[in-house]
Nanobody, 122 residues
Framework: QVQLVESGGGLVQAGGSLRLSCAAS????????MGWYRRAPGKQRELVAT?????????ADADSLKGRFTISRDNAKNTVYLQMNTLTPEDTAVYYC??????????????WGQGTQVTVSS
């Protein structure tokens, strides 16, 4: 059994910062890509950023994200982070962690966290 547990969400004023964390636990032999997605009210879930096991990053092709969000990971802790700066009300969403994990039975499976709410007030 594998679990992804997010933390770090909350309420912040516009212009503020938050750092999300997502820790993977359970039967884990290896982790490939990890990433963050978000779903704003009334919208579909969208990619925020991903990071490979070697540290290569990919950000959603959205001008609103560039330069404000930074994804990173600690492979020793099986944890991925999302540093979010200069937050705006448009960043309000439930943020989900995702990871591709080699687990029991020599299978690569895709896992999701339960989500953490980020609310940015104006």
């Amino acid at each position: 059994q594998v679990q992804l547990v997010e933390s770090g969400g909350g309420l912040v004023q516009a212009g503020g910062s938050l750092r999300l964390s997502c820790a993977a636990s359970g039967i884990i032999f290896d982790i490939n890509t990890m990433g963050w997605y978000r779903r704003a009210p009334g919208k579909q879930r969208e990619l925020v950023a991903t990071i490979s096991s070697s540290g290569s990053t990919n950000y959603a092709d959205a001008d609103s994200l560039k330069g404000r969000f930074t994804i990173s990971r600690d492979n020793a802790k099986n944890t991925v982070y999302l540093q979010m700066n200069t937050l705006t009300p448009e960043d309000t969403a439930v943020y989900y962690c995702n990871a591709r994990i080699l687990t029991n039975g020599n299978r690569w499976l895709n896992y999701w966290g339960q989500g953490t709410q980020v609310t940015v007030s104006s």
